[in-house]
C-alpha cells in the first residue's frame, strides 16, 4: 500500500525568500511522485513529476523537487517566493494498476501544505 | 484552458432534486476518474474509468452514479444527496502506463441545501 505525508500543514515565507514544503513517501515499489497546486476555485495543476529518471526534477514557475529513495522523501523547493505562489500545494504519490497497455495510475494525495507568501 | 472541461461550475441543489455533472477532455486520454474534495480532507477518488470501463468505485454511495458513454466524455448522476455531500468535485484524466500524471479541471463546486 502506498501513502505520502506532508509534514506541514501550513508554511509561510516572505516574497523573495525560499520555499521548502516537505513531503515523504511509502510505497511498495518503485513510485512515480508528483507536487500539484491548487489556487483558490481551481483545480489542480500539474507542477512536476518523478517517474525514475533524474532524481532532481524542475518544474513549472522556478519549482523543484528532489527525489531521494533513502530518506523516502520528495520535498519540493524554490529559491525566490512569489506572491502568486500562495495556493495549496499537493504531493502525490502513484502506483499503476492494471497491467501493459492498459494500465493507469492510482493516485494517492497527501493532506495538502497552505502557503501563503507575506509582501 | 486545462484541456478537461466541467461544467456546471456551480450547483446549488435541494435533496430531492436530480442533477447531472458533466467533464470533457480533449487530450486524447483514455482514463477518467472523478474525485471529491471536502474542507480539511484529503482528496477522495470516487471512481475511474479505464477505457471505458469502470475500475474504481471506492465504496461511494448510490446516490451518486457515474456514467462514461466514451473515452472523452464523463458524468456524475446525483439524486437524493445529503448536506454533507456538498463539496468541489473534481474529474480528471491521463494517459495510459505508469507515471500519467492526471490533468484536472476546475471542477463543479456543489451544494446540496
Known amino acids: 500500500a502506498q501513502s505520502v505525508t506532508q509534514l506541514d500543514s501550513h508554511v509561510s515565507v516572505s516574497e523573495g525568500t525560499p520555499v521548502l514544503l516537505r513531503c515523504n513517501y511509502s510505497?511498495?515499489?518503485?513510485?512515480?511522485l508528483f507536487w500539484y497546486v491548487q489556487h483558490p476555485n481551481k483545480g489542480l495543476q500539474l507542477l512536476l513529476k518523478y517517474t525514475s529518471a533524474a532524481t532532481l526534477v524542475k518544474g513549472i514557475n522556478g519549482f523543484e523537487a528532489e527525489f531521494k529513495k533513502s530518506e523516502t522523501s520528495f520535498h519540493l523547493t524554490k529559491p525566490s517566493a512569489h506572491m502568486s505562489d500562495a495556493a495549496e500545494y499537493f504531493c502525490?504519490?502513484?502506483?499503476?494498476?492494471?497491467?501493459?497497455?492498459?494500465?493507469?495510475?492510482?493516485?494517492?494525495f497527501g493532506q495538502g501544505t497552505i502557503l501563503t507568501v507575506h509582501p | 484552458e486545462t484541456g478537461v472541461t466541467q461544467t456546471p461550475r456551480h450547483l446549488v441543489m435541494g435533496m430531492t432534486n436530480k442533477k447531472s455533472l458533466k467533464c470533457e477532455q480533449h487530450?486524447?486520454?483514455?482514463?477518467m476518474y472523478w474525485y471529491k474534495q471536502s474542507a480539511k480532507k484529503p482528496l477522495e477518488l470516487m471512481f475511474v474509468y479505464n477505457f471505458k470501463e469502470q475500475t474504481e468505485n471506492n465504496s461511494v454511495p448510490s446516490r451518486f452514479s457515474p456514467e462514461c458513454p466514451n473515452s472523452s466524455h464523463l458524468f456524475l448522476h446525483l439524486h437524493t444527496l445529503q448536506p454533507e455531500d456538498s463539496a468541489l468535485y473534481l474529474c480528471?484524466?491521463?494517459?495510459?502506463?505508469?507515471?500519467?500524471?492526471?490533468?484536472f479541471g476546475n471542477g463543479t463546486r456543489l451544494t446540496v441545501t
Open positions: 510505497s511498495s515499489y518503485s513510485p512515480s
Open positions: 487530450l486524447g486520454h483514455n482514463a
Open positions: 502525490v504519490v502513484s502506483e499503476a494498476q492494471g497491467a501493459g497497455g492498459t494500465s493507469y495510475g492510482k493516485l494517492t
Open positions: 480528471a484524466s491521463s494517459q495510459t502506463g505508469l507515471g500519467s500524471p492526471l490533468h
